[in-house]
């Protein structure tokens, strides 16, 4: 069964202590990955696409990563601002609509 | 430029009753989902529109929702009669032209904020 697992299921942080999020995946066929924000009381943001193993893409204090089997959302140097739940999920070749969510991490930057 | 809107915001309704949700996407988005998220679960991808045509409905629970996109434009989704199960947070969000064709760059689905269904 296709699926998406996040880890740590909450993480707190001091202000200016950069960390990482973890996503791993098993999942028959990657389309893509991709790393939305959420905010409490609205909906997903998103961040970023990932296609293929190696690849990295950038965006402010953000950086993510793909392997094989799992991505890494690098935080550096968070602010308070950072603070969010942070959603992974992946886009099968089995499916051009479906698009499968992990449960995602809730982040807390304390200043 | 308008976002993707939803409505109402909050809807408590009794086990038994119908509801309709509304969702507006961006103007000229020819895609639109649905996704809900139970309590203490992830979002699970409810269906697609590419216009008012069903792409995938393969995540709708069950023949209690119904999911129309009248021209188009606007969704609707209406649960009836509704369950306590049901209870959660209905997503819609909405995409330009995916370009399936081949190995196609994700449009980014540009999501609402959301209707938190509660079922007494």
């Known amino acids: 069964e296709d699926q998406v697992t996040q880890s740590p299921e909450a993480l707190r942080l001091q202000e200016g202590e950069s960390s990482s999020l973890n996503c791993s995946y098993t999942?028959?066929?990657?389309?893509?990955l991709f790393w939305y924000r959420q905010d409490p009381g609205k909906g997903p943001e998103f961040l970023f696409t990932?296609?293929?193993a190696g690849e990295e893409k950038e965006k402010e204090r953000l950086k993510a990563t793909l392997t094989k089997k799992e991505s890494f959302l690098h935080i550096t140097a968070p602010k308070p601002e950072d603070s969010a739940t942070y959603l992974c999920?992946?886009?099968?070749?089995?499916?051009?609509?479906?698009?499968?969510f992990g449960s995602g991490t809730r982040l807390s930057i304390r200043p | 430029e308008a976002g993707v809107t939803q409505f109402p915001s909050h809807s408590v309704i009794e086990k038994g009753q119908t509801v309709t949700l509304r969702c507006d996407p961006i103007?000229?988005?020819?895609?639109l989902y649905w996704y809900r998220r139970v309590m203490g679960k992830e979002i699970k991808f409810l269906l697609h529109?590419?216009?008012?045509?069903?792409?995938?409905e393969s995540g709708m629970p069950n023949n209690r929702f119904l999911a129309e996109r009248t021209g188009g434009t606007y969704s609707t989704l209406k649960v009836q009669p509704a369950e306590l199960e049901d209870s959660g947070v209905y997503f819609c969000a909405s995409s330009q032209d995916q370009g399936l064709a081949g190995y196609s760059s994700y449009n980014e689905q540009f999501f609402g904020p959301g209707t938190r269904l509660t079922v007494l």
């Open positions: 990932l296609y293929s």
């Open positions: 999920a992946v886009r099968l070749w089995s499916s051009a609509s479906k698009i499968i």
């Open positions: 529109f590419v216009k008012e045509s069903k792409q995938d």
């Open positions: 999942v028959s066929g990657l389309r893509g």
């Open positions: 103007s000229g988005h020819d895609n």
